[in-house]
Structure formats: structure tokens, C-alpha cells
């Protein structure tokens, strides 16, 4: 049980969220007896999906110039940024709990520099024809991505910042595609 903020009563935190027919307290990843579960989606029809993700690594403009010209003492940064990315993409269900494994039919991941803000910035688009989304592995991919270059860059670079981590766009199954506002 745990104390509720400004209220002054202690109250079991499944029992605040909204009603869900099958589930305690209405989540759809949590069972009749309150604990975590993987949504069956046997019952889905296979589509066609794809979800794109982007962040950013942000760094001194001499770290960005280093990248650039591939001076970086670990080798080839964004290679090696785009490898992880694939490989997050791949095995996203492995570290995300109640994510389902997928069989992905593409992963691409795209790097481009902004000189005027020293960043490098992350695209992941991930596709399957599967019963439920990519949102995650596209997510994983950008967060490996960036993790990637501040592994390589950190002997040149402490600094750097790792952020605008989000999902742009979605597509396929049976709810509307989703684009998020502001971004092509």
C-alpha cells in the first residue's frame, strides 16, 4: 500500500487506474491478480507496420568535427552507431519486458550532423508484417544508436547529451497511423 500525494489515505495504486474488462484496474499488461503480463495478440491479423524514431546526441563542435572527418580514435563512429541501432531493433524484446518478439523485415538507420547545434541526429524506421507494432524497436534502435556514439566519442567528449528520444510516426494495424506534430 502506498500513500497517495495531497489526499492523506493509502490506497493500492492498481486500484486507481481506469476499468478494463478482463484486467484489475483496467491496464491492459496487467492480469485479474494485478501482476504483469504480455498481451496475447493471437487473435490480431497480421499487417503491414512500420515506425519511425529520432534523437539526438548533442556534443562540443569539436567532437562533431572529429566525427566528420573520421578521426575518432575508436574507429568509425556512426558505423558502428548504426550496428548497435540494428541490433537493439532485433532484439528489443530481450530488455523491454513486455514487449512481443517480431520478425522485423527492415531496419534502416540514417545519421545527419547540424553544425549549428554540434548534434548528430538519429533516424530508425523498422517494418514487419506482424499482429502488433515497432514502436519499440524503432525507439530501441535510436537509443542504442546514441549510446553507440557517446561509447566512441567519450574520451573526446563527457559533455555530450543524449536526448529528444521519440517516436515520429507509425503506421499499419487496426488503429489510425500516428504522426506527430511538426515533423516530416
Known sequence: MQKMRG????????????????????LTHVDSGGKAQMVDVSAKPSTVREAVARGEVRMRPKTLELIRKNQMAKGHVLAVAQVAGVLAAKRADEFIPLAHPLPLSGIDIT??????????????????????????????????????????????????????????????????????????
Open 111 to 184: 545519421f545527419s550532423t547540424n553544425g549549428r547545434a554540434s548534434a548528430i541526429g538519429i533516424e530508425a524506421r523498422v517494418r514487419t508484417a506482424a499482429q502488433t507494432g515497432v514502436e519499440m524497436e524503432a525507439l530501441a534502435a535510436v537509443a542504442a544508436a546514441a549510446l553507440a556514439i557517446y561509447d566512441m566519442c567519450k574520451a573526446a567528449d563527457r559533455e555530450m547529451i543524449i536526448g529528444r528520444i521519440r517516436l515520429v510516426r507509425k503506421s499499419g494495424g487496426r488503429r489510425d497511423d500516428y504522426r506527430r506534430k511538426g515533423e516530416a
Open 7 to 26: 489526499k492523506g489515505r493509502k490506497s493500492d495504486a492498481r486500484s486507481r487506474a481506469p476499468a478494463f474488462p478482463g484486467s484489475r484496474g483496467g
